[in-house]
């Protein structure tokens, strides 16, 4: 199994209720039952309010390295990830367990 982690830090001056970054968040959340590869899906809001700490996450998992290939070059994943593009830089970790 591979685990898929991203972490969304909000451009400066970009805030949660922007209507773009709502419909993000949005999109984000559709993906877990849009896309067949994944074999858990979870996404949400950071609610620390440390200096380093970032605005949204996904926390994702697939069955090996072809199903991640598959999940990241998904249309519904890559329009997504278009919107994110506007607004926010991200980071990601992928590892196995």
């Given at each position: 199994m591979i685990r898929h982690l991203v972490l969304f830090?909000?451009?400066?001056?970009?805030?949660?209720?922007d209507e773009r970054v709502l419909a993000g968040a949005r999109a984000f959340a559709e993906l877990g039952k849009?896309?067949?590869?994944?074999?858990?899906?979870?996404c949400g809001w950071n609610i620390s309010d440390r200096?380093?700490?970032?605005d949204f996450a996904v926390n994702?998992?697939?069955?090996?390295?072809?199903?991640?290939?598959?999940y990241?070059?998904?249309?519904?994943?890559?329009?997504?990830?278009?919107?994110?593009?506007?607004f926010a830089?991200?980071?990601?970790?992928d590892y196995e367990f």
């Amino acid at each position: 199994m591979i685990r898929h982690l991203v972490l969304f830090k909000l451009n400066e001056g970009v805030a949660r209720d922007d209507e773009r970054v709502l419909a993000g968040a949005r999109a984000f959340a559709e993906l877990g039952k849009a896309i067949p590869e994944l074999t858990f899906w979870e996404c949400g809001w950071n609610i620390s309010d440390r200096p380093i700490a970032h605005d949204f996450a996904v926390n994702s998992a697939v069955a090996n390295a072809d199903d991640l290939k598959r999940y990241l070059e998904h249309p519904a994943h890559q329009a997504a990830a278009a919107q994110w593009r506007e607004f926010a830089t991200w980071v990601i970790a992928d590892y196995e367990f």
